[in-house]
């Protein structure tokens, strides 16, 4: 790390400063410039905590030169994270869909959907058994009846399941019926549940907290991967910004920075950025030409009826669309759907 | 609530719109006008799922008129709520100040700096045992050691206590020590974790979401207080902008707006909004002159020692400077300290 | 417009409400809630200055249900405009490119760029003459001679111009040489500019101000046509979040919302949104596939000697490549490039 | 500055980064660490156009280490700037206040106006002439015809005059009749026109761009100064964030933040970042108590009939209550009013 000290910074300042890091192991390197003196501190000690540094009389800022996160990055491992889920590839070729309603609300309702979107060529079968609801008076999930339900829909259907848990006391539970785990926005940074779900090694997907920092986020996956479970997909589904027009703004840019930054997947959720299901179309085919690794979408057999998020579903007839409008995108930027 | 159809919307399609409405139990009122019809519903249907109808054909958009919470506004409760902690009166005419350090680190160090805090006035004292901390790699606290540490310097001081939870399977541990149960920022929206409080009657202290929304920030505290426990200290600590200058840009128009909208007591978290010591005495002054009932702030006896949270520490003598200095504005504004 | 009144406004109030929007020439509808009053006003008023309204005692607020734009909406004209650029038309099928470097440095080096972006497709050649910098020690542009050397460069390849004006006082100097106009983003709401270029007949094309919301972007765009020029083409060019890992962040969501409130056509500049080449060629093909009427991308023969923005400049060699995937990109969509 | 080279950068790259350094005029210093290479580049070359060495092959990213203003920041001035207009001393001891209409109506409203915030201790009198509207629509001013009312206001009550600038070409009318000119908040990066001002000696009030960091709003004063002009006057009016209780989100910590990056004087704009008068009060205290040097605070006798910003302007005797507030504020923090 360079360590900046202010241009009034005296000598002795700049020499505690380096005694500092010295007794912390690094080696130093003041460079003295025409107005500020910088050091540079050298050594990998990302465990030690070198923040007081920053308080020391003189100095003005830190930069860090490494990245925070070591095992979400590219440092150690190079080649494309692939995660599997039963026969399902997710970070390779193929683009990989996840489609389904937001909350689970009955069996009938939800094998209906399950169906179609499967007849439709989604791989993966979404659905919510415990919803975290911003109204304590909204509808919160129908919780273990819900993923006996979507049990039963992998039953019948071979689609592999993905939902959410909230709570470090349902992990367990969650785990034994899902083939994905799900953490949600509101949990990018609920430390425990992350430590939690790193303890499985099943598939975690992992859903950009509405205000991270792509650093934040990587950190997050970084927290699952030490646990020991390596198996972890991003998914960006839009920041919180001024505008208003769409509920959040999905980060498209985060695809390539990903790619830069990370070996791990990441794919785009266009519903719940947008917020209606009238840009879930152009959206999608615009994260899989920007180089997405999937999708996950909702999709509901009758919206109007949806105790959760109905505005933003796709009928199944228009996510049968768009499936089809999707291969040729994939095909063009030299991948399947 | 307010259902504006489009520009092009169908005699047919008002109708159905009315229709849907009436079945749900609300009284309709069609507003005709020259280019676009709205449709008034009648009704107090805060509990009914109505985002449905936002997806019928013709419909433009919905208005909704009531705020989402009940319970933390002012419909039912026009009084301001003094949250009492032991003899300590919170939201009342006496300003309220919660000092020290982020984390607790060791026994010596914690009742050295309550002993500071206590001198220069504070009332209550922080202090982390579970820490939320962005990286798998820093401190993470002290867990019931740590509790036990603050449990000591209660009985040495005669200081009450606020301390953070952040997960559902520690509430009961945490609450048997602490006088104040504080949610973090983080976890403003781990829905769980509200309700779990909500079940207890100790007070607890919810700071703003990073990303949230006052609205989002008041239907929190409607979680823990739908669940039975109305004493809740709202605090403010910092909103996630594009500007770095700071670490996050204090929202101190928060102050004024929670007064207008809600009867909860509000607070100010100058140290995390700053990011740094060298903007706390300003930033707290201007606080109290704006209305804050209180503030919540970093005090480390040693902060290049800090094991967390170091950099926005004050000094215990830059604290006892601040409480001076706070004394007469409190006084300026018709408070005391 | 809809006047929601408070919960305690009076029977007074509420008539006084009424008799003001009387007297403005509004037709009034209350609809009187269990909680609440509501009155709806019908009239189209959107040249009247209305917003007192909300100042009146017992008022909430105020919900306008008219767009304030008229003629850059869709309530006038349905159909795509399509801004025809010579032969080049913008908004119809093909997909237009225009490329070029952020400012032009000299006639050689600027040629030779154009030339290579010719054969590599695009149809519009980008070059600052008058160019705004964030320090006033940064090169501000060759001004008239700038205009000069893009004049020559259009002689030589037969290319439209594209270039950006900052002062109303060039206005007419700018319009003489160039075939599209460039409002900038940090001059969005520079009124009497928009003004100024609203006056000629010359396409105009309006970047999106950093930090403004589509609703003002499309009020800038109206400020324009109702000056009698309606050819204005929108450039989406990243907007201002938290997230700093790209300069800004592309709002690829503004594609579809564009498409559905206005008959504009809309064209995304990737480089300066994403403030390094790298991302240029991932967004520029995320564009197209949402549906994009364009891209506007900077290329410099020699990107380490540029004046200005080289770290986004792609080189011609990577420009031609680009375009070579883009194709594809374009067929899937149904359109061609 | 420091380059920092990317981990797997060749021996090479680094070689060539240093020739181009050293080509530049910089003396070079080449940290190795353990994992990446960086290069302290020492000499103060903010004048030169070194930002293509950041995309020289091996680079990942440059780190500056000098503020990229010079005369706008405490390096060579370290005594604040007192900006005297007449006897009013701005940055001083005394808080002072301005305060006036958002438009000039007609001479009388703004003659009883003026009289108003004079006799409750107002010292400059604000009032627009040239607005800059967000609709074309909506009142754009009465131009010079506003300017001699509000010539006629100062002979009448004495006060020193404040008002706005839109265009390079008014810029000499409007100096001929205003005491301070005033750069709005969507003129911040209006280059020329901040070049235009900085040509005479009036002061000038420049108000923070609603997205600009506070970096680039010193750059904008720096435009200013280094055209000859050393008056400037910081003025916060609130940035834009995702908050929308408040029109925009007042950055109190600003005021610090200048007070430690510059020597100029910043006033607070608690009217237009609120875009209520229901706030200015709590914001006017807080901002005093926080250190800023004044205010400017939109009055209207008859705010109902306002042709612009009603909403947000205080009665006249509402000002007279808030002045009254805020003397013993400016007491309690050492300073008068």
């Known amino acids: 790390m360079i360590i900046v000290m202010s241009q009034n910074a005296t000598k002795e300042q700049i020499e505690n400063v380096e005694k500092a890091l010295t007794d912390l192991g690094f080696k130093t390197h003041p460079i003295v410039g025409d107005v500020k003196t910088v050091i540079g501190a050298i050594g ?10 920053s308080t020391m009389p003189g100095v003005e800022n830190i930069v860090p030169i490494m990245k925070p996160y070591k095992l979400a990055g590219k440092e ?44 439709a060529g989604a791989k993966i079968l979404r659905g919510g058994a415990f919803k975290p609801r911003t109204s304590p008076y909204a509808f919160q999930g129908l919780e273990e009846d819900g993923l006996k339900i979507m049990a039963a829909a992998r ?25 994905i785990i799900q ?17 499985y090694q099943k598939p975690v997907l992992l859903k950009r907290g509405v205000a991270a920092t792509i650093e934040e986020w990587l950190m997050a996956a970084e927290y699952i991967i030490s646990e020991g479970n390596p198996n972890v997909i991003l998914c960006e589904r839009g920041i919180r910004t001024y505008e208003t027009a769409t509920r959040n703004t999905i980060d498209m840019s985060a695809i390539p920075v990903i790619k830069e930054l990370s070996h791990l997947p990441i794919i785009l959720d266009p519903s719940h950025a947008a917020g209606t299901w009238k840009y879930v179309n152009a959206l999608s085919k615009g994260a899989i030409a920007t180089g997405a690794d999937g999708l996950i979408i909702e999709v509901h057999s009758s919206p109007d009826a949806a105790l959760c998020d109905g505005p933003q579903s796709l009928l199944p007839s228009k996510f049968e669309q768009l499936m089809k409008e999707l291969a040729p995108v994939a095909e063009a930027v030299g991948r399947t759907l």
Chains 1, 2, 3, 4 share one sequence.
């Open 44 to 53: 990998d000690k990302r465990h030690l905590n070198t923040n007081y540094i």
């Open 76 to 119: 150690l491992q190079k080649n494309p994270t692939i995660v599997q889920v039963g026969d399902v590839k997710i970070g390779g070729t193929e683009v990989v869909v996840m489609a389904g309603p937001c909350a689970i609300e009955n069996l009938e309702t939800y094998l209906e959907t399950a169906e179609k979107v499967k007849q």
């Open 155 to 179: 039953e019948t259907t071979g689609l592999k399941l993905v939902t959410e848990v909230v709570d470090t006391r349902d992990v367990e539970l969650v785990a034994s019926y899902t083939d």
């Open 183 to 199: 953490i949600g926005a509101r949990n990018m940074q609920n430390f425990r549940l992350l430590k939690e779900v790193g303890m």
